[in-house]
């Protein structure tokens, strides 16, 4: 055995980067294996970074084209340069993953390039491209090997024309048309850069509405808005098989309760029906680890696993498969790992989606309240009120504030609108704080910016909006 570490982590995502840094600030003696040639994960690779890049870039596209011209900036031979728009993308990723290779140098983190694979307790074996094996000693053992995209049976991806995120952000021209099969997270970001550089997009959803797992009244107001970007949404519906045609793709769809099957054209499909965990080849047999039948492994609290030494984080267990909430793992385990209190509320982990406008929430959602039996009042506040919206011509979406009837404790807060992304912090802030929504009612927030909204909101609570 060449080396003996007090933390040997498995992966170099969001979860396992974060885990690396905040075991090195401790002082801890810790080695992270990243497959990839590059650290970052999926996040960084293939996920957040890249989508978001493009999602920034396409969305000025889509404002030069409509929007510019209201506010007196005339625009001739405006042109997209996808080539161009795809090297500020890599650009972003490649500074990213180089700067958490200089994080892991700083903290004193061993980084080795190969798959990592369980071997027995406490010891961990590493093999790189060239299929050179070494083996490392672990007091301590953290899984974050992260999750890749649930695919269809009988759909075979080939990331050219039938494609999951990583096809989906590097296609080298801008297909006609597009079939996003899943309205969900990946299926409106890419749905709506596409539609912003040209493509005519449909979206497959099984279910009757988009984005499960948001506020219902967001979920319906947003398909409108999508809509009406030219996103066009075939709900209750599921995908039967495609057909891959020499110059296209026949997608075959029929009633998700069965019925006539009908076929779409297209250009490339996207399939993005979820994510499931990434274990392959990582010998969790060995030890006795179990996963269940999603492929999430088994943990026992704390982020143990039932085999003492060996932890897990971030998208491979239960939970939001988010970047912040992998990050939170990875420092919350490297505590418990040093002997300090690591902890992280789930209950308080936001979502955002990034299309435009965006739309955050965090905490209950009205339905959740409801069936849990939890009696709330609500303040509702709309951007069309808010005078920076106003200003801005971007006055789509409204604020809801969901507080306890009784104590007023906010329980949870559903936001769509331009930057609503950056205004759920304070919402988390205040909530981790358990404020009431009189707290937020009563909180100076500053003229004129769209935060004002959320404090309108709160006011609404206790039915004194002021601005409406
Ligand atoms: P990962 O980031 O998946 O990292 C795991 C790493 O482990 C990978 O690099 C993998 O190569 C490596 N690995 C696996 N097995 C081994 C092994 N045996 N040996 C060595 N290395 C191994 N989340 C957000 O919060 N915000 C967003 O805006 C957002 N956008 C997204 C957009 C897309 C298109 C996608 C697909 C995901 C997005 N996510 C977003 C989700 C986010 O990327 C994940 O939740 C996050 O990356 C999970 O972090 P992780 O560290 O658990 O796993
Ligand atoms: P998702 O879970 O968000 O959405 C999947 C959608 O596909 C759901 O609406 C589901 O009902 C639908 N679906 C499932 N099976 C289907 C089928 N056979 N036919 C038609 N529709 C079907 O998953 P998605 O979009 O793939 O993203 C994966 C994960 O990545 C997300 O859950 C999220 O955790 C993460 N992510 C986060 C982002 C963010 O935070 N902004 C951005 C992108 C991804």
């Known amino acids: 055995m060449s080396e003996v570490y007090d933390v040997v982590i498995i992966g170099g995502g969001p979860g396992g980067y974060n885990c690396a840094i905040r075991c090195g600030q401790l002082g801890l003696k810790t080695a992270i294996i990243e497959m990839r040639s590059t650290l970052g994960g999926t996040c960084l690779n293939v996920g957040c970074i890249p989508s978001k890049a493009l999602l920034h870039a396409s969305e000025y596209y889509a404002a030069a084209q409509n929007e510019f011209a209201d506010m007196g900036i005339e625009v001739s031979g405006l042109k997209l340069n996808l080539e161009k728009m795809m090297a500020q993308k890599a650009d972003a990723v490649k500074g990213l993953t180089e700067g958490v290779k200089f994080l892991m140098k700083k903290n ?52 050219e024309r039938v494609v999951t995120n990583t096809g989906a952000l590097s296609l080298k021209e801008v297909p006609k048309k597009l079939v996003l099969i899943g309205a969900g997270v990946i299926g409106l970001e890419m749905g709506s850069v596409w539609s912003r550089l040209g493509s005519e997009v449909t979206v497959v959803e099984y279910l009757d509405h988009i984005m499960p797992g948001a506020d219902a009244e967001i979920s319906k107001q947003a398909q409108k808005i999508f809509k009406g970007q030219g996103l066009d949404f075939k709900l209750s519906t599921k995908v039967t098989g495609i057909e891959k045609l020499k110059t296209k793709l026949k997608v075959n769809v029929e009633p998700a309760q069965g019925g006539e099957t009908e076929a779409l054209d297209a250009d490339v499909v996207i399939v993005a029906i979820g ?53 939170d793992d990875g420092a919350a385990v490297a505590e418990l790992i040093a002997g300090k209190a690591g902890h992280v509320n789930y209950d308080l982990v936001p979502s ?37 919206a106003r200003t801005n011509h971007q006055t789509d979406g409204f604020v809801k504030i969901l507080a306890d009837a009784t104590t007023d404790e906010v329980l949870g807060v559903h936001m769509m609108g331009i930057g609503v ?48």
């Open 352 to 388: 955002v989606v990034y299309t435009s406008p965006e739309i955050a929430w965090v905490g209950k959602t009205e339905k959740q309240l409801k069936d849990a039996g939890i009696k709330y009042k609500t303040g509702k506040f709309p951007f069309m009120a808010n005078s920076r």
């Open 275 to 327: 994510r499931k965990p990434y274990t392959e080849g990582l010998g969790l047999e060995t030890v006795g680890i179990g996963t269940d039948k999603r492929g999430i492994i088994e943990t026992t609290g704390h982020f143990k696993t039932i085999v003492e030494g060996i932890w897990a984080i971030g998208d491979c267990v239960a939970g939001p498969m988010l970047a912040h909430k992998a990050e």
């Open 421 to 468: 992304g950056e205004m759920i912090g304070e919402i988390c802030v205040a909530m981790e704080f358990k404020a009431a929504s009189e707290d937020i009612a009563r909180t100076c927030h500053a003229h004129p910016t769209l935060s004002e909204a959320i404090r309108q909101a709160a006011m609404g609570v206790e039915g004194w909006t002021m601005q409406m």
């Open 108 to 159: 004193k983190v061993t980084h080795y390039e190969g798959k990592g694979k369980i071997v027995g307790k406490g010891e961990v074996e590493v093999t790189d491209s060239e299929g050179k094996a070494q083996k490392l000693g672990a007091k301590n053992i953290v899984i974050a090997t992260g999750s890749e995209p649930t695919t269809l049976p009988g759909i075979e991806i080939d990331e």
